[in-house]
């Protein structure tokens, strides 16, 4: 069976430092692979997806960037923190193949300071 | 751009209610997608609907493809104390922006009082 795993689960970070979430994913080839941001719980944002590796979409100008290294990895990532970028970030996969299910990570809190 | 309307925004009931929440779209859909979000973790998918008019359940849940493929029903019937939680609905269209990738819902908080 398929999961999915982030880390790190939660995260404090000053304002200014980088950042480096990772996802991945086990048991399925060629993923599309999604990072959302939920803020106060409510309301996913599709930050990037990915269908295939290298290749990243982004939908909103922000001060994150996504990387797709290997097949059922993907990172995100940020040079220098700010404090907007705080919340709940959801790593999210869906078969390439078939159906249109996206299933998600467990997240990652991050909170800026 | 597309649009997706969920109700209602929050719900407080008494346990061994029934609950009932919907989305709209601006746009025809061909998938709807119904998540459960516990505190702190990852939405779970619950139901999924392929065809307009489907009517699928999953337990005490049920949701429904609207006729005009531009709605979808979530329907939970006898609620618990553990049904508490957020729900999104979640559509695709293979038309307008986004590749046709999900468009989420703003959620529905449901409280169940003991």
């Known amino acids: 069976s398929q999961t999915i795993h982030q880390w790190p689960a939660t995260l404090v970070q000053p304002v200014g430092s980088p950042l480096s979430l990772e996802c991945t994913v086990e048991?399925?080839?060629?993923?599309?692979l999604y990072w959302y941001r939920q803020a106060a719980g409510r309301g996913l944002q599709l930050l990037f997806y990915?269908?295939?590796?290298?290749?990243i979409s982004s939908e909103v100008p922000q001060n994150l960037s996504a990387s797709r290294p290997q097949d059922r990895q993907f990172i995100l990532s940020s040079k220098k923190l700010l404090l907007s970028d705080s919340g709940f970030y959801l790593c999210?996969?869906?078969?390439?193949?078939?159906?249109?299910?996206?299933?998600f990570g467990p997240g990652t809190r991050l909170t800026v300071l | 751009g597309q649009q997706l309307n969920q109700s209602p925004q929050s719900m407080f009931i008494q346990e061994g209610e029934d609950v009932s929440m919907n989305c709209t779209s601006s746009?025809?859909?061909?998938?709807w997608l119904w998540y459960k979000q516990d505190p702190g973790e990852g939405p779970v998918l619950l139901i999924a609907?392929?065809?307009?008019?489907e009517l699928t359940s999953n337990g005490r849940l049920t949701a429904q493809f609207g006729i005009t493929r531009k709605d979808s029903f979530l329907n939970i019937s006898a609620s618990i104390p553990s049904d508490v939680g957020i729900y999104f609905c979640?559509?695709?269209?293979?038309?307008?922006?986004?590749?046709?990738?999900?468009?989420f819902g703003k959620g529905t908080k449901l409280s169940v009082k003991p």
């Open positions: 609907l392929y065809k307009a008019g």
């Open positions: 979640a559509g695709r269209s293979n038309y307008g922006g986004s590749q046709g990738n999900l468009i």
């Open positions: 990915s269908v295939g590796i290298g290749q």
């Open positions: 746009s025809i859909f061909n998938t």
């Open positions: 048991g399925t080839s060629n993923p599309n």
């Open positions: 999210a996969w869906q078969s390439s193949f078939r159906s249109n299910e996206q299933f």
